[in-house]
């Protein structure tokens, strides 16, 4: 059974650093786009970061770039989420989603991914 478990969601001040973590279990994540998205009180999911499968490149949202930084360990089935200089806007579940044979232009999109995680709480204090 594919799963996906994410992890270090927690309370920090604005100007923190957080880690999240997403491990993929009973599958290897290589040939699978990894997404993050996230969802505030009464908002719609909102992309994150995505780092396509296969040696594909990474993609941020506006918001985040410069901040965020996504990466995976294929060896690990595990993708990560480096964020940086957190903001109170950032307060939000964090979801983590894979797809494969997601196109270019998709990346973005929640409809485009197969697998999601049950999310992390992430709460910035200003």
């Known amino acids: 059974q594919m799963q996906l478990v994410e992890s270090g969601g927690q309370l920090v001040q604005a100007g923190g650093s957080l880690r999240l973590s997403c491990v993929a279990s009973?599958?290897?994540?290589?040939?699978?786009?990894m997404g993050w998205f996230r969802q505030g009180p009464g908002k719609e999911r909102q992309f994150v970061a995505a780092f396509r499968g296969n040696g594909g490149g990474t993609y941020y949202a506006d918001s985040v770039k410069g901040r965020f930084t996504i990466s995976r360990d294929n060896a690990k089935s595990t993708v990560y989420l480096q964020m940086n200089s957190l903001k109170p806007e950032d307060t939000a579940v964090y979801y983590c989603?894979?797809?494969?044979?997601?196109?270019?232009?998709?990346?973005?999109?929640?409809?485009?991914?197969?697998?999601w995680g049950q999310g992390t709480q992430v709460t910035v204090s200003s």
């Open positions: 989603a894979a797809g494969q044979r997601i196109i270019l232009s998709s990346v973005g999109r929640p409809d485009a991914y197969d697998y």
């Open positions: 009973g599958w290897n994540i290589r040939t699978y786009t």
